[in-house]
C-alpha cells in the first residue's frame, strides 16, 4: 500500500466537504466536471482529495514497461499485417474486416492507455485500452490541480505538450494542410467525453470544430456538418463498433454507410480503425498463443514479465478473470480466485467472445473520501501518446475496475 495524504487531516465530515467542494469547484472550471457521479439513484464520489506518495523508482518501472509493452502490440499489429486471416481470432464483427484489411500509413492508434497492476510480486498489464481511451482529462486537470493544493510536484506536468506534439505527428502522417479541417465528435450526451473531446481539440495547432455526434449528417457520397461543411478528417471519441448499430430517423443504415465512407477514403478518422483492431481483449490471448512464433527473445522476456498468461477458454487456469473482448468500463468481467467467484458483472456484453486471463491480485490502497478513509483494490492506468509515455491515472475501487472507482492524484518521492 502506497502513503497518501488528504487535504483536511484529522478527517472530520463537515470540514472534509467543504474542502473536497472548493477543489471540486476548480476542477470543474477547467473541463473536469464529473467529480461526482450519480449512479444508483445517488451522487457518487468519483474524485477524491487524496494524493498518493508514489516512489520514483516504482514510477520509472512503469515508465519503462510501458514502452515495452506498447512495443509489443506494436509488434503484434505488424504480425496482423502479415497474417490477415488472424482476425477471425479477435472477436471484432465481421462487418468491420474491410476496415482492418485497408492500407494503412499510421500508427495503429497515437492516443492509448494501458492498465497495470503493481504488487510486491511484480507489475503486469492487464490490458490495452487503445480505440477511445478516457482518463486524460484526469491526468491533465486533475493531476494539476490536486497536486497545486497539496503543493506538490506534478509529475504529469508535460502531458500538454505530449499532445500537441501527438497532433503535429498525426497532421504529418495525415497529411492534414493548415486550411484543412480536423473535426472533433462524440455522443453530446456524454459529459466525460465531451469534455475530453475539448481538452485535446484545445491543443490542436491548426483548424479544429467540434460536431456532436448526433449532429453528423452522413450523405450518400460523403460525411457532412449540419449547414454543409465536408468533413474529411474526423477525430471521434466513440467506439468504431458502436457505428454498426447507427441508424436515421427514418431507419436508414447511416453508421454503415459512415463506416463505408471510411473504407473508400473519403473520411480519414483518428484513431484509426486498426485502434479497434488492438482494442480487442483477445489480442492479449493471441500474445501468449505466439509468443515463441512471433516475437525475438528479447520480446519474450517482456512478455513474460509484464503480461499474464491469457487463453480462449479457462481450463488451464484455476484462478482467473473472464473479459469479453470488446467489453468497457468492466461490463461482463468475472473474477475467480480458486474457484471461488470474487466479483461478476452480469448486466453486459454476455452474448461476447471472452478470453481467460491469468488472475493477478490486485493491491490494497486507502484514499480520503466524504465518508472517511475507505480501502480498495489499486490500479494504475498509463497513457501512451505517439508512442511515448504520457502520464498516469491511479483508480481506486473494487476487483472490477468500473465507473465508479475513484480517481486519485499522485506525486513522486
Keep these: 500500500m502506497l502513503p497518501y495524504k488528504t487535504l483536511v487531516e484529522p478527517f472530520h465530515p463537515e470540514t472534509y466537504l467543504k474542502r473536497w467542494e472548493a477543489v471540486e469547484k476548480k476542477v470543474s472550471a477547467q473541463g473536469f466536471t464529473w467529480a461526482t457521479l450519480y449512479e444508483n439513484y445517488e451522487d457518487n464520489q468519483y474524485m477524491s482529495d487524496s494524493i498518493l506518495l508514489v516512489p520514483n523508482a516504482m514510477a520509472r518501472e512503469i515508465e519503462n514497461a510501458t514502452r515495452a509493452v506498447d512495443d509489443i502490440f506494436k509488434k503484434t499489429y505488424e504480425q496482423i499485417e502479415k497474417n490477415r486471416s488472424i482476425l477471425n481470432q479477435l472477436g471484432v464483427p465481421v462487418m468491420l474486416w474491410d476496415l482492418f484489411l485497408m492500407e494503412s500509413r499510421t500508427r495503429f492508434s497515437y492516443f492509448s492507455r494501458y492498465d497495470f497492476i503493481a504488487s510486491s510480486k511484480g507489475l503486469k498489464v492487464i490490458e490495452g485500452n487503445i480505440d477511445t481511451p478516457c482518463g486524460i482529462v484526469e ?5 494539476d490541480i490536486l497536486c497545486k493544493e497539496h503543493n506538490e510536484t506534478n509529475p504529469n506536468s508535460d502531458i500538454n505538450q505530449k499532445v500537441k506534439e501527438t497532433w503535429e505527428q498525426v497532421i504529418r502522417d495525415y497529411n492534414i494542410r493548415s486550411s484543412e479541417t480536423l473535426y472533433f465528435t462524440t455522443a453530446d450526451w456524454h459529459d466525460e467525453d465531451k469534455q475530453t473531446v475539448h481538452y485535446l481539440m484545445s491543443l490542436y495547432p491548426q483548424q479544429a470544430k467540434y460536431i ?6 452522413v450523405e450518400k457520397e460523403d460525411l457532412r456538418t449540419p449547414t454543409g461543411e465536408k468533413i474529411e478528417f474526423l477525430f471521434r471519441l466513440w467506439p468504431l ?4 448499430d447507427e441508424k436515421s430517423n427514418t431507419g436508414e443504415p447511416i453508421g454503415e454507410q459512415f463506416l463505408v465512407h471510411i473504407i473508400e477514403g473519403k473520411v480519414k478518422i483518428i484513431n484509426p480503425p486498426a485502434s479497434l483492431l488492438m482494442q480487442s481483449k483477445a489480442i492479449l490471448a493471441l500474445i501468449t498463443e505466439k509468443k515463441t512464433e512471433w516475437y525475438t527473445r528479447t520480446e519474450q522476456a517482456v512478455i513474460d514479465k509484464y503480461f499474464l498468461t491469457t487463453y480462449s477458454s479457462p481450463e488451464l487456469l484455476h484462478s482467473y478473470v473472464k473479459k469479453p473482448v470488446l467489453g468497457r468500463e468492466g461490463g461482463g468481467i468475472r473474477v475467480v480466485q480458486n474457484g471461488t467467484v470474487l466479483e461478476e458483472d452480469v448486466d453486459y456484453y454476455q452474448d461476447q467472445r471472452a478470453i481467460y486471463q491469468e488472475y493477478f491480485p490486485m493491491p490494497d490502497q486507502t484514499i480520503g473520501t466524504w465518508d472517511g478513509p475507505y480501502t480498495g483494490k489499486l490500479l494504475i492506468s498509463s497513457h501512451v501518446m505517439n508512442g511515448q509515455p504520457s502520464g498516469l491515472v491511479f483508480r ?5 475496475t468500473g465507473n465508479l472507482s475513484m480517481f486519485v492524484a499522485y506525486t513522486t518521492i
Excluded at 396 to 400: A, L
Design 241 to 244: 463498433e458502436y457505428f454498426l
Design 396 to 400: 481506486v475501487g473494487s476487483y472490477i
Design 212 to 217: 456532436p455526434l448526433e449532429e453528423l449528417v
Design 139 to 143: 491526468a491533465a486537470t486533475g493531476q
